[in-house]
């Protein structure tokens, strides 16, 4: 049954076993300052059983160099879990801090996902690839005279807490206000291990899950003021990155490390850039390429319209600055087309993809930050996801466009966007592969308003290598705010989804890839039923002369036309061309506005704006069902036997 505490789902009821929230703030925050929405970043850290070595007779007389090594990581900070078993030194200022290399969780980068690929390669003279990093934070964020960092909070006896650790050990870090803090899952204790303030708010995280273990952890912590903040909380240690905004002061949206990347993490900002960085390098001044003039390309539901000023038409000339059109012909424009295509600038060491730029020569080379610049759009990027196999990365911004980008092709880095997809109406501001990698699940508010009056929000369901759009979810009654897809309920057949929304409704959705592309027909009507998919493939929709045609041309009074070079946009289809998929569960949870949703194995937190986090434990499994009602039948007639045969 339905409750505050648990809900029924077809494959059993979920159940919330724990709240997490961040204490109470003391300060008391101005209603004119935006409160950016708590994120949810987690990792599954294995501590290894505690070993205490016995008291031998080199330990009776005061040897033991083991119990030094203990006693040296107790002072530090750091976790004694297996210090026994690593035998190497680190450095005191925390420079450099050497995990076991027999510890398995350390050779998670070599795992079959792809190595980092071109487009966001440090290049062959940083020697990443073929020297494993040992480099940690340097600065100690307990003693820090930093303005930036303004308060560090610890759990009474962390080191010893983390040191009593065994086995699998999920962590959580969240943001809330101008604080981020560290838990973990399956806790009793209501304060978390640790808690920093900053004097920024911090927006993204994300945790390294290829370089976490119980001696250290990676955690990258994005700002509103654009810094950056490599954070290892097992030591304490932290490094700032981006300081004072000298590469970019626009504002962090969203943070991916680069899956099985020891040192690289992308990271997306308001002013519609990625920027690739290397936790271990320093920063480096940095000016990008210039975009060029802005065409004023600006599209509905139906396409592109070109609003083209009078500067931009008279300077139809080749900008040397973008070189964006090799195979231009006279009269087209020849900038840079958000629509068409991203525009790539290298870091200070000229090398995207291990080979060197043109323009930087070899005294300019410097292995600094940025590693790469991209320029994916002229308007806030507010999300960004790798492909499952590390191939493709989608982006979703405020100028209502699904970009798909290619970062492992041989093509020249500025063909790397495979295609652009517009949306109805309105930003689209999260995303999420399927497992398989076959569809990209993204929200964008429709223009329709619902039977209860609020605007009526919709999911779609792209399968981007098809060029077409599989389905639109309808379930919603207000902005969608969070999805994500469940893995273990994902088989190639059939896929689970989940979605929350202002409207604080959890919705679970269903759809089936074996009737995608069949059409059905209602039984006893001549009215054919469309599909789960769009018919036509979206680029097979392409008509000479109509708005989405490779070239379009501008319409301007004043001056003449312009011919714009479109090729990978595709306009959204029309709403009567697609089915509507509906939810299998709409859950109404009670509390502040939800923001955000994240899939674990055991279960699913929603999370809301202010920070508070419920865990719905999944429900137990039809096996393990089965398992227990068959002991209780045992546990019964053994029952019956024993009073049988007492006299």
Known sequence: MDNETSFVAPEGMYTMVEEHRPPPLHVHLPSTLPLYPTRLSTVIVKFPTPKIPSAGFTALLGGGGKGKEIDRREKKGLPTNGAHEDSQSSSEQGEEVSADPGDPDREKGTSTIPPPTSL???????????????????????????????????????????????????????????????????????????????????????????????????????????????????????????????????????????????????????????????????????IPRNPGPDPGVAFTSTGPHVMTTEAVVNGNAPNPNLGSSRDSKPGEYTGWLPLDGILVT?????????????????????????????????????????????????????????????VVSENHYEDRLIDTYAAYFGSITCLSWSPDGRYILVNHPSLSMSPAGGQDDLLTIF????????????????????????????????????????????????????ALHRPKVHGGSHHPRMSLSSTISLAQRRQPGDHSAPHLVSSSKEGPGVALKVTRFHPAPSRNEVAVLQPVLTKSIEGDLLSSLLYLPSGLFSITRAGLMKFWARPTPIRDQRQLRLRERERELEKKLEAVSVP
């Open 120 to 286: 966001f390669s440090p290049g062959p003279e940083s020697g990443l690839s073929t020297k494993k990093s040992t480099r940690r934070p340097r600065h100690n964020i307990r003693t820090t005279s930093s303005s930036f960092v303004t308060r560090l909070q610890t759990t009474e006896n962390l080191n010893k807490h983390l040191s009593l650790k065994s086995g699998d050990v999920t962590f959580l870090f969240y943001n809330f206000a101008k604080g981020f803090f560290w838990t973990e899952l399956g806790t009793k204790a209501k304060d978390p291990l640790a808690r920093i303030t900053f004097a920024a708010h911090p927006t993204c995280h994300a945790v390294n899950v290829a370089t976490a273990s119980y001696l250290s952890l990676d955690v990258v912590i994005g700002f509103n003021t654009g810094d950056l903040i490599w954070f290892d909380p097992l030591s304490s240690r932290y490094v700032r990155l981006n300081k004072g905004g000298c590469i970019i002061s626009s504002p962090c949206t969203a943070i991916h490390w680069v899956p099985s990347s020891r040192n690289l993490f992308l990271v997306s900002h308001a002013d519609g850039t990625i920027i690739v960085y290397d936790k271990e390098r320093e920063d480096s001044p940095f």
């Open 346 to 406: 290298p870091g200070p060491s000229g090398f995207i993809g291990g080979v060197l730029s043109m323009g930087v020569s070899g005294k300019e080379r410097a292995l600094k930050n940025p590693v790469s610049h991209w320029r994916v759009s002229r308007k806030s990027i507010q999300c960004f996801a790798f492909s499952p196999d590390v191939r493709h990365v989608a982006v979703g911004g405020e100028d209502s466009c699904l970009r798909v980008i290619d």
């Open 463 to 514: 399968a981007p290598f098809e060029q077409r759009v599989v389905a639109r979810c309808q379930g919603h009654s207000s902005f969608v705010a969070g999805i994500c897809f469940d893995e273990p309920r994902c088989n190639g057949r059939t896929y689970r989804f989940a979605s929350v929304g202002e409207d604080n409704k959890l919705v679970l959705w269903d759809f089936s890839g074996g």
